[in-house]
């Protein structure tokens, strides 16, 4: 990829999207996020960056930040993302996002990052309210305006985010001209929320998951574990996930056959899992750290260059470019 050619110039639109580092991925986070976004990605120009300077906001913990980064751009790979069709980079390898981010807090004012839920939500659960916090709305800003991004993909609670990300657009545009690019959020409403196994959302937060790339022990342990205290003959919080993988015709004639046996349908429901997932599982065990390193630089690079070009023209509205 070379310069940066003007929106109106590019064949396919730009998206963004930014990956926190956090941990094991669950099943809930492929249904609702991953397998959107794999059968997508590939319209549009896209750009996944594993957010690791945005981690640093919450964690402190230099060997579990290094272990979730490895961690995370395995998953995305395993999962079938693939390094050449998408730029997949880490945010702390262009330096461009920090230098931009400064830029954005000397246009905006402390009133109008106090207005973030985001920021208010997360001290209210007693993290610290330290200042990169308070300013993660302008990193994440920089971070999706640097590529004059169109779409960014994110959940709903990111929606004031990216109101915030116009704000700081439109604040530079004015203030020295047009540059930066209003990008728009794609909000996915539609996707149902995948249930855990005590049928509440499934998050790492509530202890309910069923682990992506767990082994068939570990599919087979949080399986039993799904609550099925209904009174239908057919236990809901089990057939729900059973219809993540299977067809309602497929599954028909399978809960007919065993119906009020909760045992025997959860038994099946860890078969179809297991062999469901299988493959990634299989993927993701044989991704070296070696292979994330290698696409990080390769992705990072690429990111590099068009941060660079945006950041010349920035510097020298600025009047610093001497
Ligand atoms: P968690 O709730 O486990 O902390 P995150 O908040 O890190 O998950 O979510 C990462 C992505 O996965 C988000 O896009 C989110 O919408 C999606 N996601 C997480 N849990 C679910 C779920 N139970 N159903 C649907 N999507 C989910
Ligand atoms: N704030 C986002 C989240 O918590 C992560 C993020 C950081 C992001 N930078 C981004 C998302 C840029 C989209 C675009 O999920």
């Keep these: 990829m070379t310069g940066n050619p003007s929106a109106s110039l590019r064949p396919r639109k730009?998206?963004?999207?930014?990956?926190q580092p956090s941990g094991q991925l669950h099943i809930g986070n492929y249904f609702g996020a991953l397998k959107p976004f794999l059968d997508t990605y590939k319209e549009y120009e896209s750009f996944l960056m594993v957010v690791d300077y945005h981690a640093l906001t919450t964690l402190r913990?230099?060997?579990a930040l290094r272990a979730n980064l490895i961690d995370a751009v395995r998953s995305y790979l395993a999962v079938g993302i693939d390094p050449k069709e998408a730029t997949l980079f880490q945010?702390?390898?262009?330096?461009?996002?920090?230098?931009?981010?400064?830029?954005?807090?000397?246009?905006?004012?402390?009133?109008?990052?106090?207005?973030?839920?985001?920021y208010k939500d997360k001290v209210a659960k007693g993290l610290e309210p330290n200042a990169g916090l308070f300013n993660y709305p302008?990193?994440?800003?920089?971070?999706?305006?640097?590529?004059?991004t169109d779409i960014v993909p994110v959940g709903q609670d990111q929606r004031q985010h990216i109101e915030y990300a116009r704000e700081a657009a439109a604040k530079f545009n004015n203030a020295f001209g047009q540059t930066f690019t209003e990008p728009a959020e794609k909000i996915s409403d539609e996707i149902a929320v995948i249930p855990g196994t005590d049928g509440k959302k499934m998050s790492k937060s509530y202890g309910n998951?069923?682990?992506?790339?767990?082994?068939?022990?570990e599919i087979a342990k949080a399986v039993m574990s799904i609550v099925t205290d209904s009174d239908s003959a057919v236990?809901?919080?089990?057939?729900?996930?059973?219809?993540?993988?299977?067809?309602?015709?497929?599954?028909?004639?399978?809960?007919?056959?065993?119906?009020?046996?909760?045992k025997a349908l959860k038994e099946a429901l860890i078969e179809d899992l297991d062999a469901y997932l299988l493959p990634m599982r299989e993927r993701y065990n044989a991704i070296t750290e070696a292979d994330v390193k290698a696409v990080l630089e390769d992705g990072s690079a690429r990111a590099r260059e068009i941060a660079e070009t945006k950041m010349k023209d920035v510097r020298a509205k600025l009047g610093v470019a001497l």
């Design 209 to 217: 998951t069923i682990p992506l790339f767990g082994s068939r022990d």
């Design 91 to 118: 945010q702390s390898k262009v330096s461009q996002h920090t230098e931009l981010a400064w830029v954005f807090e000397c246009l905006v004012t402390v009133p109008f990052l106090m207005q973030a839920h985001a």
């Design 14 to 19: 730009r998206l963004l999207t930014g990956l």
């Design 61 to 63: 913990d230099p060997q």
């Design 138 to 148: 302008m990193l994440m800003a920089a971070d999706i305006l640097l590529y004059d």
């Design 235 to 262: 236990p809901q919080n089990v057939y729900a996930i059973h219809r993540l993988i299977r067809s309602e015709a497929e599954l028909a004639p399978l809960y007919k056959e065993h119906e009020g046996k909760y």
